[in-house]
């Protein structure tokens, strides 16, 4: 690509005698004013391309290569639980089982370790076909409330969950009400697996977002329960599980942190999971699983990157080659004024 | 109005119709003698005027006036139209007969329709294909939405994403904002309508007229059509036809004050078969001459508004004693063109107020001379120039001052000018009692009437005659001038048959003619003059550009029919070998039969049968041996024949005058015209008014997709300018009307050729990009949003910030579009002054047309499509938030509608670079403001993203293949498809590569 130089002052000159040669600032600004200003005027010429090609296609496939092996070693451990963990009678009804809370909601699941797994391991639920990204959902919050608490009042967009007996609820809103509310346990063997449930949500919402002294009210106190109690004697800025909630998922399809394991984990290991499988997925027929994973600069165990830039990479390496075949089979002159259309019409015709 | 008196006895009244036909030259209005003579007396009279009925024929008027049971014929020169001024006259009394609407000026007058550009027009029509889709989304938008409840009926109360109704005690039971499935779905339709309609690009009319702004400031502070005569500067005065400049077609073009300076000069002359002015050049004579004009100048009372340089040879000549035939030759030579005229000289005694030469004026008094034709004011310039200067005139006698000596003649008659013969002859009287005619006119009526006998005669006419040839074949105008004694008897019978003649109330002109005839014989030739009509300068040049890029280029003009064809001739819109059709008709069969003619003879093929004959041509050249069909392959080689006769005729020209298109305009000739006009190089129209002018711009406007531009200055190609898609007004002598109809105003007829070439070009790519690039840039991002729709329950959600889906089109991306469709050039106007034919780009609608703009719209739909599914496949079964992703597709799409953006453009320029990279800085910066505010739900959200590389690797994968089918196939098209503009570039900055680089012979290619 080139740089051009300025070389328009003599013919324009020779044009124009009434125009002095200009210096500085003025020069600049006749130059504007005439379009004339330097500019690079990028040509794309055989080389040009063949090296655009050849030089975005190395630089792909040694990333590709290298975020496919990162996304390769993240381990990852998915159970689906939501079918299995219903009691065989109620494996027909499965709405009565989950609304009857007189029948204990246990549940144990057992995860075998197939690699070793470095701490720390990253506990996720996975919930499918949940529109957590639905219009009428995502909107029904109130961030004001959240931060400052009950001294905020409109909480019109939080309807039809904003008050109940008449109170306003703090966290007002069908996310907050929807809480997600499975607990997990992990044991191997016998030992209890030591669960970290800090420092799951995000630090900034965590200082800034959610009140410090915000404490949960009135709520869940309504006739539908549609979710976890709060504990109305920590702030909001603590309770990290709905903080996690809030950063509504972008996809129906989505994992939210659970808590992490700060021991590693060895091969053929037999983990036994204790959960209450609290929350009511079926009704509307979505799905619950338990994901393991460990962690990598990349984030979690997705190949799609890595491939995307191998193939792209060498996509890219191939158009190079064909570019360089066909210029050194069929080389076009550039820049050929003898080749302009009206020039060949009428040798043609 | 019709004209009762003037302030003359004799009832004359001088007029000027710049206003109506655009010439500037003064005209004569006659009051009847019998009106005159009784306002004059002062006697109340009452009379009745029958007249037609208002029309628009400027150039005719029939009406009779009865007084006192006696009628008087009343004709054009008996009456004043409306916009005309008085001159040289003080007072005129006239009867109105057509007033307010219904004169011929405002008949003549047309609306001035608004203006809106083609490629503005082609915008709409794609922007309706815009709503189609802006439509069709919806429709799936919302019909998803209605299967989607209809499905989930039963859960919908107690859905957590959706629950449609309260618990709580008070209003437990009432639905919260659920409308049943029917309305849900239509209120879904409508707020799928207000999330997409960004899809119909409002703000591309914003854009544009931005844009439009720039491009007029660019052309405006363009040096190079700077006029630095009248200091004028280009003026845009319509801001939204800017593209329409690099589609013209047809150009149509007045030519006084147009194509011509409408000065007149007096340039060559032949005095007693002697040739003067061959070495006369404007700048060379004048320091050759100045000893002569010292000489003058102590005689010569008068300075002259026109500065003519007189050829030193004749001034020697003429600073001779008044002896010998030659000598002799040149006083009467001069004195006839002092005389034989009817130019007023009007002395102005404020010589602060002329601009000519103020050091000399300041002494003398200004004669300003005022004529009928500007030919007559030349010659009367030059005459004055050579010492005889004409002082006075009445229309008893004129006084001219001969080298300081004033010389009065008595004028005893005068035959003017008349179209019969050609020629003008004054009969006057000298102090010392000889009596001459002398005569002036067109070489063809002058040689047939000098005398015959004379042997030394023979030679100075034959010299004469071939300086005349020479003369007019550099496109000059020709006068020849003789003159004759008069015998005691010849005068008395002539002043006899004068006197008869004009005051004969029937048939006054032939009688006029008959006693013209008496005396306009026997002449002695004294010499000829050339006068040149002055063309503009670079008019040829500019005409030949213009027609090299494909513009036919027609003139307009009010004038005669020989002054156009000269003109022509003189400005090479005329070429010696075109074929000159010439159609001149009275009624409306005679115009036809002529149109048929001139199509017959020239095999002119009419529009709706043209297909016909081509496959029929085409059917000949490939079947030609194998099928002999007997009478219709006859039909056919015939035909075939004639088309290639045709051909050989060579370019055509079509000369038509006024009167015929009275004919063809308003009856169903016009698609002859059409045909036959659109077959022709060259379409000359003479004698045309106003009106007309409008109408065959209408012509051409209304049977092609061409478009037109007009250029003139005067206030009669007002209607003309209007009526064009562009209209052009010249800056001149005849005031402001052209100026204020028109689009744009530049100084110059040649500024023209760079409007239209370079402006025009750059213009038309520019906003044929822009607009490209807005329905892709809105439409990517609405499609990005579509998709995702679909994957939240078709519930309209957007992951977008609201703020970001404001600002995307407003602040994100539109100023590198403004920048790149102001500044962007793809060829220096050197090389479009240099290739012309480079402007057919715009003829082939190149930069905008239906197939790139499917194009554009299968790049945008891959180009959404990887936008949102390469962060999709990403952060698949990943605790991704909505905010994230929204904010990762905010930054990914500006960033590729900027690098797409990026790869068009031709040219950076530094502040190309600010806007672009500027743009998406600062679409960064507004996204931490965003996400820095803590009662947003998005707060903190680019803070925590950029931590991750997962985020820069899905963008750069994102730009990457979003933008390589693009790439792709930009270098497919130029290595095997290049167009003009791309070799043209190429050769351009290669060439430019290779001087900077050194002289290296080799292309540089590989």
Redesign the interface.
């Known amino acids: 690509m ?1 740089i ?2 300025v ?1 328009t002052s003599s ?2 000159a020779a ?2 005698p ?2 002095p040669v200009r210096r500085g600032r003025s020069k600049a600004i006749y130059q504007f ?3 004339n ?11 040009w ?1 063949i090296t655009i090609f050849f030089a ?1 296609g190395t630089i ?1 496939i040694p ?1 590709g290569l290298f ?1 496919l092996q990162v996304s390769q070693s993240v381990l990852e451990i998915v159970d689906r639980y939501d079918a299995e963990c219903v009691p065989p009678s109620f494996r027909s009804n499965k709405l009565a089982y989950i609304k009857d809370s007189s029948i204990p909601k246990n549940c144990s699941r057992y995860l075998k370790v197939n690699k070793d797994m470095k701490a720390p391991i990253y506990i ?1 639920y ?1 919930l499918d076909n ?9 909107k029904s ?1 109130s ?2 409330q959240l ?1 400052y608490g009950l001294k905020y009042n409109d909480t019109s967009t939080c ?3 904003d ?4 109170l306003p609820i703090v966290p007002c809103g ?1 996310i907050a ?2 809480l997600f509310n499975d607990t997990y346990s992990f044991f191997r063997g016998t030992d209890a697996l030591k669960v970290n449930r800090k420092n799951i949500a ?1 630090e ?2 965590r200082n ?2 959610f009140g410090k002294h915000v404490y949960p009210f009135n709520f869940q106190n ?3 329960i ?2 976890a109690h709060l504990d109305p004697t920590i702030p909001l800025s603590d309770q990290e599980d709905l903080i996690v909630w809030m ?11 659970y808590g992490r394991i700060e021991e590693d984990l060895h091969a053929n290991d037999i983990l036994e999971v204790k959960l209450l499988n609290n929350y ?1 997925t079926y ?2 027929g979505g799905r619950k699983k338990l994901v393991l994973s460990t962690s990598s ?4 165990h ?1 190949n ?2 890595g491939i ?2 191998i193939s ?1 990479g060498s ?1 890219f390496i191939f ?1 190079a080659l064909v ?1 360089m075949l ?2 050194v089979k069929n ?7 003898t ?4 020039t060949w019409k009428g040798i043609s015709s | 109005m019709v004209l009762l008196s003037t302030s003359d006895p004799s009832g004359i009244a001088y007029i000027q119709t710049m206003n109506l036909d655009g010439e500037s030259n003064l005209k004569t209005r006659y009051a009847r003698q019998e009106t005159n003579k009784l306002v004059l007396d002062g006697t109340i009279f009452s009379g009745v005027i029958t007249c037609e009925q208002p029309n628009r024929n400027i150039y005719e008027f029939t009406a009779n006036l009865e007084i006192k049971g006696q009628r008087f014929p009343l004709s054009q020169s008996n009456i004043i139209l409306r916009g005309c001024q008085l001159k040289n006259t003080e007072s005129a009394i006239g009867i109105v007969v057509y007033a307010g609407q219904e004169t011929k000026a405002m008949l003549n007058s047309a609306m001035s329709p608004a203006k809106r550009s083609r490629l503005e027009t082609y915008m709409n029509r794609e922007t309706l294909w815009l709503s189609v889709f802006l439509l069709i989304m919806c429709l799936v938008v919302a019909i998803g939405m209605g299967l989607w409840l209809n499905r989930h009926k039963s859960q919908l109360d107690t859905l957590p994403y959706y629950r449609k109704i309260y618990f709580e005690k008070k209003k437990f039971g009432k639905k919260y904002k659920y409308y049943g499935i029917p309305m849900e779905t239509f209120f879904s339709f409508l707020s799928s309508i207000i999330v997409f309609q960004i899809m119909i690009p409002i703000s591309l009319y914003i854009t544009m007229e931005l844009v439009r702004l720039g491009q007029s400031y660019f052309m405006i502070g363009d040096r190079h059509m700077y006029d630095s005569n009248s200091k004028s500067r280009f003026q845009c005065r319509s801001l939204n036809i800017n593209e329409d400049l690099g589609q013209i077609r047809y150009v149509f073009s007045d030519k006084t004050g147009t194509l011509t300076e409408n000065k007149m000069e007096f340039r060559k002359a032949s005095v007693w078969g002697k040739h003067y002015g061959s070495t006369l050049s404007v700048d060379g004579s004048r320091d050759t001459n100045i000893g002569a004009e010292d000489v003058l100048e102590g005689r010569r009372k008068w300075k002259l508004k026109s500065e003519i340089t007189p050829d030193f040879e004749l001034l020697k000549l003429l600073h001779k004693d008044l002896s010998g035939e030659e000598r002799i030759a040149a006083h009467e030579f001069f004195l006839t063109l002092a005389a034989c005229n009817t130019v007023v000289p009007i002395p102005t005694q404020s010589p602060s107020s002329s601009d000519t030469d103020t050091t000399l004026g300041a002494s003398y008094g200004i004669i300003n001379y005022q004529g009928e034709s500007p030919d007559e004011q030349a010659l009367v310039s030059a005459a004055s120039a050579y010492g005889y200067t004409l002082f006075e005139r009445t229309s008893g006698h004129i006084v001219v001052d001969v080298n300081g000596e004033k010389l009065r003649l008595d004028v005893l008659g005068l035959h003017e000018f008349d179209s019969v013969r050609k020629r003008m002859s004054v009969v006057i009287r000298f102090p010392n009692d000889t009596v001459k005619v002398l005569v002036k006119g067109a070489d063809t009526s002058m040689f047939s009437i000098l005398k015959k006998d004379h042997p030394d005669d023979d030679h100075t006419k034959h010299a004469t005659q071939s300086h005349l040839n020479e003369y007019s074949s550099e496109g000059l105008r020709t006068l020849v001038v003789a003159s004759r004694d008069l015998t005691g008897e010849e005068l008395v019978e002539w002043q006899c048959m004068y006197e008869d003649a004009s005051t004969s109330l029937t048939d006054r002109s032939i009688k006029l003619r008959q006693t013209a005839a008496l005396i306009e014989c026997d002449l002695t030739l004294l010499g000829a003059t050339a006068i040149e009509d002055k063309l503009q300068e670079g008019v040829p040049e500019a005409i030949e550009s213009l027609r090299q890029a494909g513009i036919k280029v027609w003139v307009l003009t009010g004038d005669k029919q020989e002054t156009a064809i000269s003109i022509g001739l003189s400005c090479k819109l005329l070429t010696a070998d075109m074929e000159q059709i010439i159609i001149n008709g009275n009624s409306e069969s005679e115009c036809r039969k002529l149109l048929c003619d001139a199509k017959a003879k020239f095999c002119v093929k009419s529009a709706n049968s043209s297909d016909q004959i081509a496959k029929w041509i085409k059917n000949t050249e490939s079947d030609y041996l194998e099928i002999p069909l007997g009478t219709k392959l006859s039909s056919l080689q015939q035909q075939h024949a004639g088309q290639e006769e045709g051909a050989s005729f060579g370019p055509l020209a079509l000369i038509i005058d006024g009167n015929s298109l009275v004919y063809i305009l308003e009856k169903d000739l016009e698609s002859e015209l059409f045909d036959l006009a659109t077959s022709c190089r060259v379409v000359l129209c003479c004698r045309v008014a106003p009106l007309q002018k409008a109408g065959i711009v209408d012509l051409i406007k209304c049977r092609s997709d061409d478009m037109t531009l007009a250029i003139g200055d005067g206030a009669n190609d007002v209607s003309m300018i209007q009526m064009a898609d562009v209209g052009v007004g010249i800056c001149g002598q005849e005031g402001r009307q052209a100026v204020m109809a028109s689009d744009f105003a530049m100084g110059q007829f040649r500024f023209l050729k760079r409007l239209l070439l370079v402006h025009g070009h750059w213009n038309y790519q520019r906003i044929g990009y822009l607009v490209l690039y807005n329905f892709y840039r809105n439409a990517v991002f609405v499609l990005m949003l579509f998709w995702y729709i679909l994957f939240t329950a078709f519930s309209t959600t957007s992951a977008l910030t609201d703020w970001s889906s404001v600002f995307y089109s407003v602040l994100y991306t539109s100023l590198p579009t403004i920048v790149v469709g102001i500044m962007d050039k793809d060829l220096s106007h050197k090389t479009l002054l240099k290739y012309p034919k480079l402007y057919a780009a715009g003829h082939r609608q190149e930069s905008y047309n239906m197939s790139l703009f499917w194009i554009t719209m299968l790049d945008m739909l891959w180009q959404s499509l990887v936008l949102f599914y390469v962060p999709l496949f990403t952060y698949r079964n990943s605790s991704i938030d909505i905010w994230s992703m929204g904010s990762l597709w905010t930054i990914a799409v500006v960033i590729l509608v900027n690098m797409h953006l990026a790869m068009d453009i031709q040219r950076w320029v530094f502040i190309t670079h600010m806007s672009l990279w500027g743009s998406i800085i600062v679409t960064y910066g507004c996204m931490v403001v965003l996400d820095s505010i803590p009662v947003f739900p998005n707060y903190g959200t680019i803070f925590h993203l950029a931590k991750s590389p997962a985020y820069w690797l899905s963008i750069l994968l994102i730009i990457v293949v979003g933008l390589l089918p693009r790439f792709v196939l930009k270098v497919l098209q130029q290595i095997f498809w290049p167009s003009d503009i791309q070799i043209a570039r190429e050769a351009e900055i290669l060439r430019k590569r290779r001087r900077f680089f050194g002289p290296k012979p080799d292309q540089i290619s590989s």
């Open positions: 080139e051009d130089e070389s013919a324009n044009e124009i009434s125009v004013t005439q379009q200003l330097p500019a690079c005027k990028p040509v794309l010429t055989p080389t391309v975005v792909f990333i975020s996720y996975q949940y529109y957590q990204n639905h219009r009428r959902y995502v919050r961030d004001k931060l309807s039809p969950e008050a109940t007996n008449g069908l009400w929807s995000w900034s919402d800034h977002k309504g006739s539908l549609g979710g950063r509504t998922a972008a996809l129906p399809s989505f994992r939210k942190l009511n009704s509307f600069w990349l984030g979690g997705n799609f990157i995307a830039y792209i996509f158009i570019f066909l210029h080389p076009r002159p550039y820049g050929d004024t080749n302009l259309s009206w």
